[in-house]
């Protein structure tokens, strides 16, 4: 049985998505521009992880950073495309459609990812129930984008 806060962290995590997204939009508004909200987001955020590793310290030697793979860099990137993406899309499709279509996609890598052990995830098989639950995550992106 998992920590109940380790539980509650991701929910957090989660229900904190649609505000960040609200939020990025109304700052790409007052920019006039979605990269430049993205990059005051990204400051901001490396900022705070900045102190958290100066405070902890724990800065990565150099050796550690020559060590990384090129893919390694690639969650930034990926950050970087989910902040743009969500100050830009957020606002316009609104939150509830919005984050029905961030669950979906996630779910579907999430599949992907078990399944083939990518990533560092442990290999879990795709099941007819792990299927099922995507395909329902779908519908019920369908429902919410009819109204």
């Known amino acids: 049985m998992h920590p109940w806060w380790l539980l509650a962290l991701p929910f957090l995590a989660g229900a904190l998505m649609p505000l960040q997204a609200g939020i990025n939009g109304q700052l790409a ?4 521009s979605v990269m430049s909200a993205a990059l005051v987001s990204f400051v901001v955020g490396t900022l705070a992880l900045l102190a958290i590793v100066i405070v902890q310290r724990d800065l990565p030697t150099l050796a550690a950073l020559k060590s990384l793979s090129w ?13 743009a993406t ?16 961030i669950l979906a996609g996630q779910m579907v890598m999430a599949l992907l990812l078990d399944h083939q052990g990518w990533a560092g995830f442990r290999e879990a ?3 007819l129930g792990k299927l099922a639950g995507v395909a329902l995550i779908i519908g019920g992106v369908w429902l919410i984008r009819r109204g």
């Open 71 to 83: 893919w390694h860099l690639g969650g930034g990137l990926m950050g970087a495309f989910f902040i």
């Open 29 to 32: 508004n007052n920019l006039s």
């Open 86 to 101: 969500a100050a830009f899309t957020g606002p316009r499709i609104g939150a509830m459609l919005f984050m029905s279509l």
């Open 125 to 127: 098989p795709i099941s």
